[in-house]
């Protein structure tokens, strides 16, 4: 079911009450405007028709023969109609009407002589029928009055209630929105820097606020954010100090390991297992150091930014052209792979950063997926893309994002030994890509295997 954001929601309830107002102001004003204006009508018609009874009466007691000329000069609107009821019929003067179609009540009235009044219709016209008795009730009077102009000023005032209604809605609803977007500012704000502290940037901040329900607000996030910042410098510091601390003793026991791998026909099997166990373990080890320097390094200078125009297609040929020449192409039994350069997009980039990108990725499907099988270069919606397939069994959705994760080893998490990784090559691209503006995934590869993508803006001279 769709749920609507809070903003929209402000905004239509502030709609809703807005019309419900407006909506009860018109029908009150509806109701007063339309009853005072039927009232003044049907009063002043009640006196027209008294005293055009009274100039009927007098003409019946005096003379008949200027009846006629008498109507005619009393039906001065072309929709009035006036009946006279004498004994041999009804005398009409004025808009011809059917007396049958009248309301039989009102006819009623009229015979017994009571004064009767009330709107009908005759003939698509709304009037209202005015009845008086005239000599002394041996006659009746029968006067029907338009009632055209009162229907359109009805018409033309419940438009322009009915267009105040919908107008005061919209009104409505757009300052609902309007206020709930600067109400909710604050929280947009809170949002924007949460997830940029979320995506590695310590340095997001919010405002300061002079409002004092904000002011704190905005003074306890920055202040978490200071902690988390101080935090991530001070571990990253520690990292690097102790891998800097390590790095000599681990060239001593590599150099040590060295000289007993230049004598290991002087071992036997058991001692050779186990310098070969140590030579791995120890490899395994300075792989892990360098790696924790450089998380570090960067840790440290969150504002180192790329600034060298890079030939995207250029630097994926040169580190695969080192592999080569390094004989790493031959880590694995069938490892050799295609290079697909359909494109050379620029990118701006930090050459070292970009190269160690596209080597670890290639060095993560050496150890843990049989070796790559095409590397591609190319476009894809407005953006340079990297692409690395491998001929492993691919990568289990639920650890799609997991991978990329410092330590995070999967399945190999217990390998030990030459081809055991330290779970931070991936880690290492991951950091890398976010420095540089892009993205980072994996996904299926067609026909079996895993694919990672590597996507960076594109740049234009």
Not at 299 to 304: A, C, I, K, M
Not at 313 to 336: I, K, L, W, Y
Not at 344 to 356: G, H, T
């Amino acid at each position: 079911m769709l749920r609507l954001s809070l903003r929209w929601r402000v905004a239509l309830a502030l709609g809703a009450g807005t019309v419900l107002l407006t909506g009860v102001l018109a029908v009150v004003t509806w109701n007063l405007a339309s009853g005072y204006m039927l009232r003044q009508r049907e009063a002043g018609a009640l006196r027209q028709a008294e005293v055009n009874a009274q100039l009927v009466e007098q003409a019946l007691r005096s003379d008949t023969a200027g009846l006629g000329d008498l109507l005619s000069g009393l039906t001065t609107d072309s929709d009035a109609t006036v009946l006279i009821e004498r004994p041999d019929g009804w005398l009409l003067s004025g808009r011809q009407v059917d007396v049958d179609a009248l309301p039989p009540a009102l006819l009623r009235l009229a015979a017994e002589g009571v004064p009767a009044r009330q709107r009908i219709d005759t003939g698509g016209v709304p009037v209202l029928a005015v009845t008086l008795p005239v000599e002394g009730g041996r006659s009746t009077y029968l006067e029907l009055f338009p009632l055209t102009q009162l229907d359109r000023a009805f018409r033309f005032l419940s438009t322009v209630l009915g267009v105040g209604v919908g107008t005061s809605a919209l009104l409505g609803v757009g300052l609902g929105y309007w206020a709930g977007r600067r109400a909710l500012r604050p929280l947009t704000e809170l949002t924007a820097a949460a997830a940029r502290v979320a995506g590695g940037d310590l340095r997001a901040r919010l405002p300061e606020r002079d409002d004092p329900d904000l002011a704190s607000l905005a003074t306890t996030f920055n202040r978490t954010a200071d902690a988390l910042e101080k935090r991530v410098q001070r571990d990253a510091r520690f990292a690097g100090d102790v891998s800097h601390e390590l790095r000599s003793p681990l060239t001593t026991m590599a150099n040590a390991g060295a000289v007993l791998e230049r004598r290991r026909e002087e071992f036997s099997g058991t001692a050779r297992r186990a310098l070969d166990l140590l030579l791995g373990e120890v490899g395994r080890f300075q792989r892990m150091v360098v790696d924790l320097l450089e998380i570090s390094r960067d840790d440290q200078r969150p504002d180192d930014e790329p600034d060298e125009v890079v030939d995207l297609g250029d630097a994926v040929h040169n580190v695969v052209a080192a592999r080569v020449d390094d004989g790493a192409d031959n880590a694995a039994e069938g490892s050799a792979f295609a290079v697909e350069i359909t494109a050379r997009p620029l990118v701006l980039a930090d050459r070292r950063r970009l190269d160690r990108t596209v080597a670890n990725l290639l060095d993560n499907a050496d150890k843990y997926a049989g070796g790559p099988v095409r590397v591609a270069v190319l476009r894809h919606g407005g953006r340079a893309r990297v692409e690395v397939d491998d001929a492993g069994p691919g990568v289990p959705q639920d650890q799609r994002e997991q991978i990329f994760e410092r330590f995070a080893r999967g399945a190999n998490a217990g390998r030990r030994g030459v081809d055991g990784g330290s779970g931070l090559g991936l880690a290492l691209v991951a950091q890398h890509v976010r420095r540089h503006g892009g993205a980072v995934w994996v996904e299926d590869r067609p026909g079996g295997g895993s694919r990672f993508v590597v996507e960076l803006p594109e740049v234009h001279r």
